[in-house]
C-alpha cells in the first residue's frame, strides 16, 4: 500500500540518521543531504508534497520547499516552531489530538482536510519513526474538483431520469380522460408528495373570478389551513404577485426562500402576513399553463413540512407538466365544443326542421283549400272573393315566414365564412324605423300587442339599409314573441356622434344565468314548445351591430320585460 511507502521511507530516514549519530554512517559526517539532526533530506526536498518532521513534542526538525511554499515563509522561520504555530489548520483541537496520539502510540494516522481560506483540499499521513513524527501533505483539490463535477453530473442524471420517469407517468395520467377537472384533479394527487406537499390548479373564469379546479395535501392539517386561508383571501387577477399575477401574465414565480421574502417585505396588512405564516410555506413553484399563447389555469407546487429546497431543475419540471397539462386541458376543451358542436347541429336541424314544416305545412292546406275553392261544383255558387283573400294572406304570410327563415340560415353562412359586406348610405333611422313598424301590424294585432313609437327627429348616419332593417326587424320580432299581449315601445335618437335604437317588451325577461348565452349561435332561452325559432335572430344582429363598429346593450329583469338598446357611430370610424 502507499502508506506503507511513506513509512519505509520515513524508516530508512531516521536510520541514517541513527547511523550518523553513533558514527557508523559510512558517508559520515561528510553526508551532503543531511541536516544538523542527521536526517538525510535530499529525497524530502525533492518530494513534491509538503514533508514536515517534527520531534514527539511537535517541534519542527525539518521542512521541505513543498511545505516552505506552501505556508509562504522560509525554513529559517518555520525550524524550531511547535507544528500548530505554523498553520491556522493546524490549530485545530482535532489534528493536534491526532499528533499526540500518534506520537503516543506510534500507530499512523491518514485523513482529509480542508483549508477554507484556499479552498484547498489535502490528504495528511502522520507516521511516527523512532523519536520523530513525519507530515506528508499532498494536494488533492484537483481531485476533489473533479469528483465533485462527476458527483454532480451523476446526480444531475439521476434527477433527469426520476423527471423523465415522472413526466412518463404524468402524461399516462393526464391522456387517461377528456374531461377538465378530473385531469387536474388526477395530475395534483401525482404531484403529492413526489414534488411538493400541496399541490394546486387554478383556472381564471370569463366572468374574472378564480375557480380553484384541483388541490391536494399531503396531510389534512394544512389542508384546512389552505382552505381557511382561500375563505378569507380569494384569489384576484390584479394580485401583484402570486397566482393572480402568473394567471394575468402567463409568467412563471418562483419563490425558493418563502420565510426570508415575507420578512423582508415591508409594509402591507399585518393580518394577512400573520395568516401566510400561519401556512408554513418555506417555498413555491407557480407556473402557467398555457396552449397556443392563451393562459389556461396556474399549477401552484407548496413547500411546507418536508423543508425541501426548490431549485433550477424543480421549476424547469413544473413547466414541463404544466406544459403537459395545458395541452390536455386544451385537446379536452376543443373535445368538449366539437361534442357541444355536434348536439348544437343535431338540435338545429332538429328546430330548423320543425320551423320549416310549420309554414310548410299551413302553406300547402292554405293551397289545397283554395283549389277546392277554385273548382267548379256541384250546387253552383262561387267561392265569395273575401274568403278567397283570406286564404291568400294567410299564404303570402307562411311564404314570409319561409322566406324569413331561409334569409336567416344564408346569413349564417355568409357570416360565418367572413362575406358579410355591408353597403353604406346616409340615412335617417327615425324614418327608416317609421317605415318598418307598419309591417308588423298583423303581427302585433294577432299578439295583442300595442306597439307605441316614438322616432319623431331626425337620427341620420351612414349605414346599411337592409341589414339595419334585418336588426330592427329582429328585434320587432324578439319582442311580440315573448311579450305577446303585453305593451312594446319603439324609441330612436342622436346625438352629435352616435345614434340608437331600443325595443322594449314587457314579457317573460331573460335570467341573469341566461345573460352570457344571449347572442350565442343556435341558443333559446325559452322552451321550442312555447317560442318557435331557430336561435339565430340576436346572434345575427349582434354580427351585424359588431360590423357596423357598434354595440348593442340588454336591460331585463325576470317576469318584467326586457330592452335591447343598439347603438352605432353616426360616420364609420
Known amino acids: 500500500m502507499l502508506s506503507g511507502w511513506y513509512i519505509a521511507l520515513a524508516r530508512s530516514h531516521t536510520h541514517r540518521a541513527d547511523a550518523l549519530s553513533t558514527g557508523q554512517d559510512p558517508g559520515g559526517a561528510s553526508h551532503g543531504g543531511s541536516d544538523a539532526t542527521g536526517l538525510d533530506t535530499a529525497l524530502l526536498d525533492q518530494m513534491p508534497e ?50 499526540l496520539q500518534v506520537a503516543r502510540t506510534g500507530e499512523a494516522a491518514e485523513f482529509e482536510c480542508h483549508t477554507a481560506s484556499q479552498d484547498r ?68 394527487h401525482l404531484a403529492v408528495p413526489i414534488l411538493a406537499d400541496a399541490c394546486a390548479v387554478d383556472l381564471p373564469m370569463p366572468d374574472g373570478q378564480v375557480r380553484r379546479a384541483a388541490v391536494a395535501f399531503s396531510k389534512q392539517a394544512l389542508a384546512a389551513s389552505a382552505q381557511d386561508f382561500q375563505a378569507r ?68 407546487l407548496l413547500n411546507s413540512e418536508s423543508r425541501r429546497r ?112 355591408l353597403e353604406r348610405e346616409d340615412l335617417d333611422l327615425a324614418a327608416l324605423t317609421r317605415e318598418v313598424v307598419p309591417r308588423f301590424t298583423e303581427d302585433l294585432a294577432r299578439a295583442g300587442c300595442v306597439l307605441r313609437l316614438d322616432a319623431g327627429s331626425a337620427a341620420t348616419g351612414h349605414w346599411d339599409r337592409l341589414r339595419l332593417e334585418q336588426v330592427l326587424q329582429n328585434l320587432l320580432s324578439n319582442a311580440i314573441k315573448y311579450g305577446r299581449g303585453r305593451p312594446i315601445e319603439v324609441r330612436v335618437g342622436a346625438d352629435a356622434s352616435r345614434a340608437w335604437l331600443s325595443v322594449k317588451d314587457q314579457g317573460v325577461g331573460i335570467p341573469p344565468e341566461g345573460r352570457a348565452r344571449l347572442f350565442q349561435r343556435f341558443e333559446r332561452l325559452a322552451s321550442e314548445r312555447h317560442y318557435g325559432g331557430l336561435g339565430l335572430g340576436l346572434w345575427i344582429v349582434k354580427q351585424i351591430v359588431d360590423a357596423m363598429e ?11 320585460g326586457s330592452t335591447f338598446t343598439v347603438e352605432l357611430p353616426r360616420q364609420p370610424g
Not at 244 to 268: S, Y
Not at 550 to 560: D, F, M, N
Request: aromatic share 6%.
Open 50 to 99: 509538503a514533508v514536515v518532521v517534527c520531534s514527539l513534542d511537535a517541534l519542527c526538525v525539518h521542512v521541505n520547499p513543498s511545505l516552505e511554499r506552501h505556508l509562504g515563509q522560509p525554513r529559517e522561520e518555520l525550524l524550531g516552531r511547535r507544528l500548530w504555530a505554523l498553520h491556522p489548520e493546524w490549530t485545530e483541537p482535532s489534528f493536534q489530538e491526532r499528533f
Open 121 to 188: 483540499w489535502f490528504v495528511k499521513r502522520l507516521f511516527r519513526v523512532h523519536e520523530r513524527v513525519f507530515l506528508f501533505a499532498r494536494d488533492i483539490t484537483a481531485e476533489k474538483k473533479q469528483e465533485a463535477t462527476l458527483r454532480a453530473l451523476y446526480d444531475e442524471m439521476r434527477r433527469a431520469q426520476r423527471h423523465a420517469a415522472f413526466l412518463a407517468q404524468a402524461s399516462e395520467v393526464l391522456a387517461s380522460s377528456l374531461e377538465h377537472d378530473l385531469i387536474l384533479q388526477r395530475m395534483a
Open 233 to 300: 383571501y380569494p384569489i384576484r387577477l390584479e394580485d401583484a404577485a402570486g397566482i393572480g399575477k402568473v394567471l394575468r401574465t402567463g409568467v412563471t414565480e418562483f419563490t425558493p426562500d418563502f420565510p426570508a421574502m415575507l420578512a423582508a417585505a415591508q409594509g402591507g396588512d399585518p393580518a394577512y402576513q400573520r395568516a401566510v405564516e400561519a401556512l408554513g410555506i418555506s417555498a413555491y413553484i407557480i407556473v402557467p399553463l398555457v396552449s397556443r399563447g392563451r393562459v389556461l389555469g396556474a399549477l401552484t
Open 310 to 421: 426548490y431549485t433550477e431543475a424543480d421549476v424547469r419540471l413544473a413547466e414541463d407538466l404544466a406544459r403537459r397539462a395545458a395541452t390536455s386541458l386544451d385537446n379536452g376543451r376543443l373535445y368538449t365544443e366539437a361534442q357541444e358542436a355536434v348536439r348544437a347541429r343535431d338540435s338545429f336541424l332538429s328546430v330548423a326542421s320543425h320551423e320549416l314544416n310549420t309554414p310548410l305545412t299551413s302553406l300547402m292546406l292554405n293551397i289545397q283549400a283554395l283549389r277546392r275553392d277554385m273548382e267548379p261544383r256541384a250546387s253552383g255558387g262561387p267561392t265569395s272573393p273575401e274568403a278567397l283573400s283570406t286564404k291568400v294572406v294567410a299564404v303570402q304570410r307562411q311564404v314570409a315566414r319561409l322566406s324569413s327563415l331561409v334569409r336567416e340560415l344564408l346569413d349564417v353562412s355568409r357570416i360565418t365564412a367572413g362575406r358579410l359586406r
Open 550 to 560: 357598434g354595440r348593442i346593450v340588454v336591460e331585463s329583469v325576470p317576469g318584467q
